[in-house]
């Protein structure tokens, strides 16, 4: 049953032609199709999903818009697909997975959901939150699939933009590139973790705006974010998830947060009167909220010419350039000495806080204890209050001051350290008004103040070696605070690692890769942990060691091993990691004993569980990830053999929507590598895509892929499938030791999907989320193309551990190759 209806053809900011006929529901239930010209519409009439075309373009596109504001839409699914005529079909699978086909039955958009599911239907909520959900579950908690946790360029109420730090799911906006374009812009806006969390406005790369730390209240930098009648706000932070939320007041005006692709982030609000929507605030009030634009140790004040001025105790870096008005290089200090000379702090009273990603808090201290804690390090440059509304917390400066604007009311308190001939300087009325009564007390109490000097100079003499060791360790923890900070991890000392492995026992020795040897330890409360300590001949480095620091100290997944800290002392360098009982994949899969424990059920979830860690890595995380070296060596099993990927020690992370690199040093494992990456040295998703199907043809023969031997050929495993395939044997390729348990059209499948993969153009194979999408729905699956390296080889001239031929040697091994410049 439908109705149609015509809505008009322009809107603000998202201008759309005609969207046809709504079927009076708001569910979509398992199989059922929604075909372009049929709607569904939320129970209160608020929202409502279709297909749309934007103004001035043909494509069609899956989205959510409020019906009643000339079509405003706030979000799309296929932002990157359209489909080019009105064939289009959303369909709900029996796997609880939402699917955009076109007119040849082509797979555009998928929601890419990996929950068990029993009777799914996908339903658009009142708050515009498209949910698949249990038919008999109605628990937000339980939605298998939501589109508020993939946000398009709009923040609605009720969305908890930020991250979730138990799966890593990343809550943030990416722009449309025009008004009737909504593909992928420019702009992003999300929350940075970093130091202590603030939201960043970005374009491409560049930073163009900062909220400021939250500070009780609101964000630092944003002044207009008072209690108002129309909506209300909170910020949470905690071990679970950090996130900024509002949400309606009741039978208030309708209100959506915007951003556009030249990087302004807008709140509009709906009139009934004029039936539009009208600007009710931006991030970006004036020029001083453009990302330091004053430089380092630089103020802005935009009732001030001009705007730009230094902090007190700094002059300018580059004068000729700043009085020409170009204050990008900022100011710098005109004594630095500022370490255990008489320095002290100045109050910069109403002020954005400066970035806080190199910062570093404490919730329950005061602020005398913020102080005392600042002077004695060093690297302090400033503190403030965490929480005005009670003045509790501590957040500390540990470099240079950046993005500092003076708003002499509503902004916040700063302390920032200066100079002892500095701060004479700036307290120098202060002094003179004292200087009467210390002319005074000398006068009367001459000889009593005399005694008192010589008694505490014979004290202080006696005290001075005490007080030198006790400021030195204050100083030596403070560096480990700073340090630990910098990491953003726990740090170990060499004595808890040593006496955890016994001294570095042999019998506790799991085992040596590219790093080093692995150790297994236990910490004094019972807890068992796995330590990667680098070795000096190692062939990876400290580069190695940073990049995995780095990297897997950010990322939280299930399918990922959990770096719990790591130790640093002199020469020694170690990752701490949490115990995997059952080692690596490798151990299992590529023994004759060890496989048969390894049934297809238990096989098909490590691929599985493979694939949504790659797919973390490659999409859901904060910085797109590259593994570069993923192998059955590298894929970890815990107690119930979840699998989890490890070593990121050759990873290599993107920023916005890069997707591909290029390098002169070939990292990675022979076998496992794709063409792209081990000829030319290009790697991307798809060479990560490469290693996975590769991996996931070994799990199924229980053969490795180099040094593969098999008497009629000479072709690695990926050429031994590839003729498997072609002669339509592909059953052939299956371990025996699974003859018992494998579900046929599952494992045919896989393989399938595996061969899709390891195809020798990087165009042509799939990415992570449609390999997931393969795996878990009977979609049709395209046909695969030869793999890369399909070529025979003397077996013999490669090495081997998988086959039985004396000649060949058994070794796997992590390649480092250098290339002359």
Same mark, same amino acid.
């Given at each position: 049953?439908?109705?149609f209806?015509?809505?008009?053809?322009f809107?603000?900011? &998202?201008?759309?032609? @005609?969207?046809s006929?709504?079927?009076? $529901?708001?569910?979509?239930?398992?199989?059922?199709?929604?075909?372009?010209?049929?709607?569904?519409v939320?129970s209160?009439?608020?929202?409502?999903?279709?297909?749309?075309?934007?103004?001035?373009?043909?494509?069609?596109?899956?989205?959510?818009?409020?019906?009643?504001?000339?079509?405003?839409?706030?979000?799309?699914?296929?932002?990157?697909?359209?489909?080019?005529?009105?064939?289009?079909v959303?369909?709900?699978?029996?796997a609880?997975?939402?699917l955009?086909?076109?007119?040849s039955?082509t797979?555009?958009?998928?929601?890419?959901?990996?929950?068990?599911?029993?009777?799914?239907v996908?339903?658009?909520?009142?708050?515009?939150n498209?949910?698949?959900?249990?038919?008999?579950?109605?628990?937000?908690?339980?939605?298998?699939?939501?589109?508020?946790?993939?946000?398009?360029?709009?923040?609605?109420?009720?969305?908890?933009?930020?991250?979730?730090?138990?799966?890593?799911s990343?809550r943030?906006?990416?722009?449309?590139k025009?008004?009737? %374009?909504?593909?992928?812009?420019?702009?992003t806006?999300? !929350?940075?973790p970093?130091?202590?969390?603030?939201?960043?406005?970005?374009?491409?790369?560049?930073? @163009?705006?900062?909220?400021?730390?939250?500070?009780?209240?609101?964000?630092?930098?944003?002044?207009?974010?008072?209690?108002?009648p129309?909506?209300?706000?909170?910020f949470?932070?905690?071990?679970?998830e950090?996130?900024?939320?509002?949400?309606?007041?009741?039978?208030?005006?309708?209100?959506m947060?915007?951003?556009?692709?030249?990087g302004? &982030?807008?709140?509009?609000?709906?009139?009934n009167?004029?039936?539009?929507?009208?600007?009710?605030?931006t991030?970006?009030?004036?020029?001083? %909220?453009?990302?330091?634009?004053?430089?380092?140790?630089?103020?802005?004040?935009?009732?001030?010419?001009?705007?730009?001025?230094?902090?007190?105790?700094?002059?300018?870096?580059?004068k000729?350039?700043?009085?020409?008005?170009?204050?990008?290089?900022?100011?710098?200090?005109?004594?630095?000495?500022?370490?255990?000379?008489?320095?002290?702090?100045?109050?910069?009273?109403? @002020?954005?806080?400066?970035?806080?990603?190199?910062?570093?808090?404490?919730?329950?201290? %005061?602020?005398?204890?913020?102080?005392?804690?600042?002077?004695?390090?060093? /690297?302090?440059?400033?503190?403030?209050?965490?929480d005005?509304?009670?003045?509790?917390g501590?957040?500390?400066?540990?470099?240079?001051l950046?993005d500092i604007?003076?708003?002499?009311?509503?902004?916040?308190d700063?302390?920032?350290?200066?100079?002892?001939?500095?701060?004479?300087?700036?307290?120098?009325?202060?002094?003179g008004?004292?200087?009467?009564v @210390?002319?005074?007390?000398?006068?009367?109490a001459?000889?009593?103040?005399?005694? !008192?000097? !010589?008694?505490?100079?014979?004290?202080?003499?006696?005290?001075?070696?005490?007080?030198?060791? /006790? &400021?030195?360790?204050q100083?030596?923890?403070?560096?480990?605070?700073?340090?630990?900070?910098?990491?953003?991890?726990?740090l170990?000392?060499?004595?808890?690692i040593?006496?955890?492995?016994?001294?570095?026992?042999?019998?506790?020795?799991?085992?040596?890769?590219?790093?080093?040897?692995?150790y297994?330890g236990?910490?004094?409360?019972?807890?068992?942990?796995?330590?990667?300590?680098?070795?000096?001949?190692?062939?990876?480095?400290?580069?190695?060691?940073?990049?995995?620091?780095?990297?897997?100290?950010?990322?939280?997944?299930?399918?990922?091993?959990?770096?719990?800290?790591?130790?640093?002392?002199l020469?020694?360098k170690?990752?701490?990691?949490?115990?995997?009982?059952?080692k690596?994949?490798?151990?299992?899969?590529?023994?004759?004993?060890?496989?048969?424990?390894?049934?297809?059920?238990?096989?098909?979830?490590?691929?599985?569980?493979?694939?949504?860690g790659?797919?973390?890595?490659?999409?859901?995380?904060?910085?797109?990830?590259?593994?570069r070296?993923?192998?059955?060596?590298?894929?970890?099993?815990d107690?119930?053999?979840?699998?989890?990927?490890?070593?990121?020690?050759?990873?290599?992370?993107?920023?916005?929507?890069?997707?591909?690199?290029?390098t002169?040093?070939?990292?990675?494992?022979?076998?496992?590598?794709?063409p792209e990456?081990?000829?030319?040295?290009?790697?991307?998703?798809?060479?990560?895509?490469?290693s &996975?199907? $590769?991996?996931?043809?070994?799990?199924?023969?229980?053969?490795?892929?180099?040094?593969?031997?098999?008497?009629?050929?000479?072709?690695?495993?990926?050429?031994?499938a590839?003729?498997?395939?072609?002669?339509?044997?592909?059953?052939?390729?299956?371990?025996?030791s699974?003859?018992?348990?494998?579900?046929?059209?599952?494992?045919?499948?896989?393989?399938?999907?595996?061969?899709?993969?390891?195809?020798?153009?990087?165009?042509?194979?799939?990415?992570?989320?449609?390999?997931?999408l393969?795996?878990?729905?009977?979609?049709?699956?395209?046909?695969?193309?030869?793999?890369?390296?399909?070529?025979?080889?003397?077996?013999?001239?490669?090495?081997?551990?998988?086959?039985?031929?004396?000649?060949?040697?058994?070794n796997?091994?992590t390649?480092?190759?250098?290339?002359?410049?």
């Amino acid at each position: 049953m439908k109705r149609f209806h015509l809505f008009s053809c322009f809107s603000v900011f &998202f201008p759309f032609f @005609v969207i046809s006929s709504i079927a009076a $529901v708001d569910t979509i239930a398992s199989n059922q199709t929604l075909r372009d010209g049929e709607t569904i519409v939320s129970s209160n009439g608020r929202f409502e999903l279709g297909f749309f075309t934007p103004k001035d373009s043909t494509n069609r596109y899956v989205g959510i818009w409020y019906p009643f504001s000339n079509s405003t839409v706030v979000w799309v699914a296929n932002r990157e697909t359209p489909i080019n005529d009105s064939s289009g079909v959303l369909q709900l699978t029996t796997a609880g997975i939402l699917l955009v086909h076109n007119s040849s039955n082509t797979l555009i958009w998928s929601s890419n959901s990996t929950k068990k599911v029993n009777n799914p239907v996908a339903q658009l909520l009142d708050s515009g939150n498209l949910v698949v959900r249990e038919a008999n579950d109605s628990d937000e908690a339980n939605y298998i699939w939501e589109s508020f946790e993939h946000l398009g360029n709009t923040f609605l109420p009720g969305v908890n933009f930020g991250r979730d730090l138990l799966t890593g799911s990343d809550r943030y906006l990416i722009s449309w590139k025009s008004p009737n %374009d909504p593909s992928l812009g420019d702009s992003t806006t999300r !929350l940075d973790p970093s130091g202590y969390p603030q939201i960043f406005i970005r374009k491409g790369e560049d930073i @163009v705006y900062r909220s400021g730390p939250w500070n009780g209240l609101r964000f630092s930098g944003m002044p207009s974010l008072k209690p108002n009648p129309f909506y209300t706000y909170k910020f949470v932070y905690n071990d679970e998830e950090i996130y900024y939320r509002y949400d309606l007041v009741p039978n208030s005006v309708m209100s959506m947060m915007v951003l556009d692709n030249d990087g302004v &982030f807008r709140r509009l609000t709906w009139s009934n009167t004029t039936q539009n929507w009208n600007l009710y605030l931006t991030t970006q009030v004036d020029n001083c %909220d453009r990302y330091a634009i004053c430089g380092p140790y630089g103020s802005c004040n935009i009732n001030n010419s001009p705007p730009c001025s230094c902090l007190n105790g700094f002059v300018p870096k580059n004068k000729q350039a700043w009085d020409s008005g170009d204050w990008l290089d900022g100011c710098v200090r005109k004594n630095e000495s500022i370490c255990r000379n008489g320095e002290g702090f100045e109050k910069i009273v109403g @002020v954005k806080l400066p970035d806080t990603r190199k910062s570093w808090f404490n919730r329950t201290m %005061d602020i005398r204890e913020c102080e005392s804690v600042c002077l004695q390090n060093c /690297s302090c440059t400033g503190y403030s209050t965490l929480d005005i509304t009670n003045g509790s917390g501590c957040l500390l400066w540990f470099e240079e001051l950046v993005d500092i604007r003076d708003y002499s009311v509503d902004g916040q308190d700063f302390f920032i350290r200066l100079a002892a001939s500095d701060l004479e300087l700036t307290n120098s009325n202060k002094k003179g008004t004292r200087v009467w009564v @210390v002319a005074v007390c000398v006068l009367v109490a001459a000889a009593s103040i005399l005694a !008192l000097c !010589l008694m505490l100079h014979f004290r202080r003499k006696r005290l001075r070696g005490l007080a030198t060791n /006790s &400021f030195m360790m204050q100083e030596r923890e403070m560096t480990n605070e700073s340090r630990q900070h910098e990491l953003e991890l726990p740090l170990f000392d060499l004595p808890t690692i040593t006496n955890a492995t016994d001294n570095f026992s042999g019998y506790n020795k799991l085992g040596e890769g590219g790093f080093g040897p692995v150790y297994k330890g236990t910490l004094k409360d019972g807890k068992e942990i796995a330590i990667k300590r680098l070795s000096k001949d190692s062939t990876q480095g400290l580069d190695e060691f940073k990049n995995e620091v780095i990297l897997i100290a950010k990322l939280q997944h299930r399918n990922l091993v959990k770096l719990l800290g790591c130790c640093i002392d002199l020469e020694e360098k170690m990752l701490v990691y949490e115990y995997m009982h059952n080692k690596s994949l490798d151990a299992f899969i590529f023994d004759q004993k060890q496989r048969k424990l390894l049934d297809w059920p238990m096989r098909f979830q490590i691929i599985n569980g493979i694939a949504r860690g790659l797919l973390y890595l490659h999409q859901d995380s904060r910085l797109r990830i590259i593994h570069r070296d993923l192998k059955a060596s590298n894929v970890l099993l815990d107690h119930d053999m979840n699998p989890k990927i490890s070593d990121f020690g050759m990873a290599r992370s993107f920023g916005g929507n890069e997707i591909q690199g290029n390098t002169k040093r070939v990292v990675g494992t022979y076998g496992y590598m794709s063409p792209e990456y081990a000829i030319d040295g290009l790697f991307s998703i798809k060479s990560d895509v490469f290693s &996975f199907g $590769v991996l996931l043809l070994e799990i199924i023969s229980g053969k490795r892929n180099r040094g593969f031997y098999h008497p009629d050929h000479q072709h690695n495993l990926l050429g031994h499938a590839w003729r498997l395939y072609q002669e339509e044997k592909t059953t052939d390729l299956i371990d025996e030791s699974l003859k018992d348990s494998f579900v046929s059209e599952e494992v045919l499948r896989s393989i399938h999907v595996g061969l899709l993969c390891v195809q020798r153009n990087q165009d042509d194979r799939p990415n992570m989320s449609t390999v997931i999408l393969m795996l878990s729905s009977d979609i049709t699956l395209p046909q695969p193309r030869e793999p890369g390296f399909f070529t025979e080889r003397n077996v013999c001239e490669q090495e081997s551990s998988s086959s039985k031929i004396d000649t060949c040697s058994a070794n796997e091994i992590t390649i480092t190759l250098l290339h002359a410049r």
